[in-house]
């Protein structure tokens, strides 16, 4: 099993910056998949951008490209995934979520949230213009 416990998030105006936290515990491994993922009021689940937990570059949804960037701390026996986001805008108001799973079996990290069976509790983003 796998705990993921999120913290971060708030109001925040446009233009502003939020920085979310995902620590896990649990049976985790480096060849893990991460991502973080929003939800609106009414809208699906929707993919922000992944990581894998062995290492290399994160890639991200065209709509935050740019202003969103994921990173994951391992040192020390963390295991903390970070969301930073810069130069928000009203639409990003959402229920974040972290989410971790092996990867796909062609080594692909998934992009869709039925491939991931461990979740945060979600935080919540507000963004007024």
């Known amino acids: 099993q796998v705990r993921l416990v999120e913290s971060g998030g708030g109001s925040v105006q446009a233009g502003g910056s939020l920085r979310l936290s995902c620590a896990a515990s649990?049976?985790?491994?480096?060849?893990?998949?991460m991502g973080w993922f929003r939800q609106a009021p009414g809208k699906e689940r929707e993919w922000v951008g992944s990581?894998?937990?062995?290492?290399?570059?994160?890639?991200?949804a065209d709509s935050v490209k740019g202003r969103f960037t994921i990173s994951q701390d391992n040192a020390n026996a963390k295991r903390v995934l970070s969301l930073r986001m810069n130069s928000l805008k009203p639409e990003d108001t959402a229920k974040y979520y972290c989410?971790?799973?092996?990867?796909?079996?062609?080594?692909?990290?998934?992009?869709?949230?039925?491939?991931?069976?461990?979740w945060g509790q979600g935080t919540q983003v507000t963004v007024s213009s």
């Open positions: 649990g049976y985790t491994y480096s060849s893990d998949c």
């Open positions: 990581i894998y937990a062995g290492g290399g570059s994160p890639f991200y």
């Open positions: 989410a971790r799973d092996r990867v796909l079996r062609d080594g692909r990290c998934p992009s869709d949230a039925s491939r991931f069976r461990y």
